[in-house]
């Protein structure tokens, strides 16, 4: 038997809403002899198709390039489904596969890779994770090597360049024979064009990633949105003037033409499955390997028996992000004072990792007590004071004591006296916990921007995220309020908890001062505003600290709610609504009025006295000359 004749040839199924990378990623493997494109599908629900169409052999030749005995891999964007309410999204996508068909290896492709969606992925069981935009030899050799059955993971952190594992083999790639093409100029040009998308895609999805940072000036911002506006302009010429329609047409028709033959090695970075994130995944399913499968097995588990690990995989997900943020700087990065800036950075993440604790301890004895989504609302505020109390309970100590003017104080029960002053001005405000809870205990939809998304779909990842990073803080806020209305100035309190940089007295009562101000400001003024304006904002982790954001949240009936200084302010910024753009265009006239006057009335008057006095030197200079 020949060497060709051993050689393994893999089956793959890519699944992308997008036509124009499927058939980029088609053409790019049509030189690789091993790798297969057996069938394409846009949607979840044709993906699912394909493969219980090809797991009971009902495959018509004439549907694919040849009749495949099996399916090794399955490559999924993991934005797929995003834009559609209804559709599988990816990581469903991918968690089904792994069930029905554990053979079957899954390969997650990103626009925008990240630490959540990479623990995403290694959750919902996937065999790989990696960025869409990469060079194309080295995605190649990413699909070849997951479709070996072995892993790839890819390492986020871009300070550090990811290395190769020791017991891992070297991954081979490509190399492209332009020698037996026909065209060689259409070829050429060809190659140049993939080139120059995938460097203008790889430069946009940068560009994505910095403009989704927080800690953006609006110039930098808009000089990211100009830099991105001229790539997508880039982009279409290069499609517009390198295109080759006639080349691409006859690959499409005679795809077994192209070379696949000629291969060159080279080692990528790649990583075990244990050293790819701070992100590990415990509990997540096992990738099997699909070099060892013969074929598909059948579907063997409803997507409803998904539920409960799809619920432990989300909170998981969610938790171990928030977890790893809180290994970077909590700064308070913003302009509204917080209580918690009080405290040192190693109590501050104290606090944050006893609130993550005990909101999970929380969320499990819900589920245990079996209550219905529907009661969540009206046990809303018992909830959540009983997560502050378990906090302040665990962070101070139940039994602790303190010497106040030698009378002996318990800490705890000082603090609790303040429960109503708590929910009153922090825990009641904190917006969107009911649907946090729904959507991590139930598998409820979660709304993002009017828009309801299911659990796994990284939109309701990112939004869940934001809130529960925003209820970690201002649970901690409320944590740290009661202290300091009844202990800001005990000794053994400020050399335990405080920052060094506000230990005395004056800095201390400074400090107490802001946060009166604040809250008042967030009475009359900023509350309102927000509610014109039908928005929360939130205090996220953002890598460099603590920032602040807005979501959009229908608020009429708390406008319809408003009265008083609030209600007033609402028609302040109504009232500027409606004047200020009439004003703009009256001033806008008067100075383009003045304008007119100053150039072509008296400019041109001052400039014909001017010709005149010119004029009239120049004769008495002549007059003089002649005598």
Known sequence: MTPAADRRSFQLVLVDEDPLFRSGLRICLEDTAELQVVAEAETGAEALQLLDTFANRAIEPTDYLEPPSRIDLVIIDLELGRRTRDAIQGLDLCRRIRVQYPDVAVLLLSAVPEPIMLAAAQRVGANGYCARNLEANELIAIIRRVATGQSYWMRLDRSSTPSASPATAPLT???????????PWLRFRRNLRISGLQQIETALAETAAQ???????????????????ELLTARWLVKRFLATPALDAALGEQPQETNRSATATRELPVQSETESTTFQATGSMAPSSAASSSALAPPSMTSSSLMPQADRDVRSILFDA?????????????????EIDILREDKKRELFYLVLRKLEDLLDELRFSQVDAEQLASKRSLLLLDLWQAVVIDFFGKYSTLTVDGFEVEIVDEILQDMSIVQTEILDKIPSVVNLFQHLLFQSPLMVDGTPYPPGNPASLARAEWLLENLMIQVANAVIQPLLNRFANVEAIKQSLYNRRLLSSREIERFRNNLSWKYRLEKYVREPTNIFESRYSLFVLAGRGIKKTSIYAPRHQELQQLSGVPMLVTMVLETRDAVAPRVRSVISFMGNGVIYVLTEVIGRGIGLVGRGVIKGIGSVWQDGRFR
């Open 322 to 338: 928030i977890s790893a943020k809180l290994q970077l700087s909590l700064t308070n990065g913003t302009e509204t004072p917080l």
């Open 173 to 183: 790639t490509p190399s492209a024979s332009p020698s037996r093409s026909r065209r």
């Open 211 to 229: 403009l989704r940072s927080l800690d953006l000036s609006d110039l930098d911002r808009a000089l990211l949105a100009g830099r991105r506006r």
